[in-house]
């Protein structure tokens, strides 16, 4: 099951814990993998951890240009592009009252706009195959919405109805397009709240825990395999049972 | 046979994987060789790639059979 032998991946956001957590995912069974990201040396360290079947594709998704590059420099060190994760994600929260239009813009931007731009791009040669997996970390808050993140909350919503229009053009061509929406996982940015806020957090979570990266990773393995041909348009939440929607 | 019009059935043929005989000037590409909405911007895409132009959305909605495609491709790249 889940086997990923031959198969190849691109995963943004790769400096991140979710992102690594993918790339070794789906390293491990068996795919070559893309991974970038803005901070190369981290990028290179996860290379190092991981050995062969690697490609390090340093990448700024604020960037429009670096972003038209990035599936062709995928395709060209793998020879194709099987899976895109968009797992890249970045926020500039703040109430709206006070929310400046750059933090808006900013967030959509690399949340949204580059999801769709690495989309548009791999879809080309993914059509071309006969297959293909896009794959889009989402959030639960861009179904539930939350204070303070009207930018992040937005980018993620529109996330979702992006991977459902492009579930449907293309599902013809035996590429599936999700969503995976964690709850609260912990990396570094849980690991700033005091115990008193965790506490608070995990009162909300039937599971009685933070989320992991990895219960995140067996989820994106779950939508890349073979075995999820029939699964398209859905966002799958992972969030320890925190909003069942 | 003009070279654009031997390299565009060879891109039709290749992509909708349709006989060669059935790829005539007149051939509709939705109506006779069985191609979907997707297809037709697959194609256009391929044309645009092989002959090194761009094909707006406005005239691509023009471009309904072989021979439209042919037709289009020289003058373009005239």
Redesign the interface.
Known sequence: MFDLTGKTALVTGATGGIGAAIARSLHKQGATVAISGTRAEVLETLKAELGERVHVLPCNLGNAEEVEKLVPAAEAAMGSLDILVNNAGITRDGLAMRMKDDDWAQVLDVNLTASFRLSRAAMRGMMKRRYGRIIGITSVVGVTGNAGQANYAASKAGMIGMTKALAQELASRNVTVNCIAPGFIATPMTDALNDKQKEAIIAKVPAGRLGTSDDVAAAALYLASAEAAYVTGQTLHVNGGMAMI | MSDVAERVKKIVVEHLGVDAEKVNPEASFIDDLGA?S?DTV?LV?AFEEEFGIEIPDDAAETIQTVGDAVKFIEKSAA
């Open positions: 979907d997707l697959e895409m």
